[in-house]
């Protein structure tokens, strides 16, 4: 059983049209990260949501945990094709006084010209 | 150094020879995870450890595949017997795991080639 579900698992979209991936758990989180990764590279961390309803804007992307903070999205407005990649989300749980990160299996983006 | 490290960077092994992939994490970082991606494919969890307590090892895919990590720092993540449906990218990341601070850094990965 994944604990953090993303949907959709691939996604292929023109250039300037806008999307939204989605994270999904029955799990709660004590926060929650979207990373980027690139072709050869290791993933890069984009954002991290803390509190239950947040929003977090980086220029064309918008970030939101949900209330119950088991959920999250990423919106991209109007797409460009360097936004081309894999986009994983990462939930933190608490383990005693430990915080583990449990990723997703990712959305992998192409954005066509 | 800066980052998290891996080594090697490439590796082509023939069937059946063993394999071990390392990992130096960030200095300090007490949580490490091995992670696998395919081609084109997202990440597939391996192994976690976490201090001195006993790792996560519930990702595994077999017997053949093992990790340890000296002295909290270095691991190593070891392919017993290799198959050709081992050949992935072999990804380590290391984070802290204190509340509010768990970015995982992640190395350029492992990619391994079984021939």
């Known amino acids: 059983t994944q604990l953090l579900e993303q949907s959709p698992q691939f996604l292929s979209i023109q250039e300037g049209e806008n999307l939204t991936v989605y994270c999904n758990s029955s799990s709660v989180f004590s926060s929650l990260q979207w990373y980027r990764q690139e072709p050869g590279e290791g993933p890069v961390l984009l954002v991290t949501v803390v509190t239950g309803g947040e929003v977090k804007k980086l220029k064309r992307l918008t970030f939101q945990f949900g209330d119950a903070r088991k959920d999250s999205s990423l919106h991209i407005t109007a797409a460009q094709t360097g936004d081309t990649g894999l986009y994983l989300c990462?939930?933190?749980?608490?383990?005693?006084?430990?915080?583990?990160?449990?990723f997703g299996k990712g959305t992998l983006l192409t954005v066509n010209p | 150094g800066a980052g998290v490290s891996q080594s090697p960077s490439n590796k082509v092994t023939e069937k059946g020879k063993d394999v071990e992939l390392r990992c130096d994490p960030i200095?300090?970082?007490?949580?490490l995870y091995w992670y696998r991606q395919s081609l084109g494919q997202g990440l597939e969890f391996l192994i976690y450890?976490?201090?001195?307590?006993?790792?996560?090892k519930s990702g595994l895919p077999s017997d053949r595949f093992s990790a340890e990590r000296t002295g909290g720092s270095v691991s190593t993540l070891t392919i017993q017997r290799t198959q050709q449906e081992d050949s992935a990218v072999y990804l380590c990341?290391?984070?802290?795991?204190?509340?509010?601070?768990?970015?995982?850094?992640f190395g350029q990965g492992t990619r391994l080639t079984v021939v």
């Open positions: 200095s300090g970082h007490t949580a």
């Open positions: 990341a290391s984070s802290f795991t204190i509340p509010r601070d768990t970015e995982a850094f």
């Open positions: 450890f976490q201090g001195n307590s006993a790792p996560d």
């Open positions: 990462a939930g933190a749980r608490s383990g005693g006084s430990n915080y583990k990160l449990t």
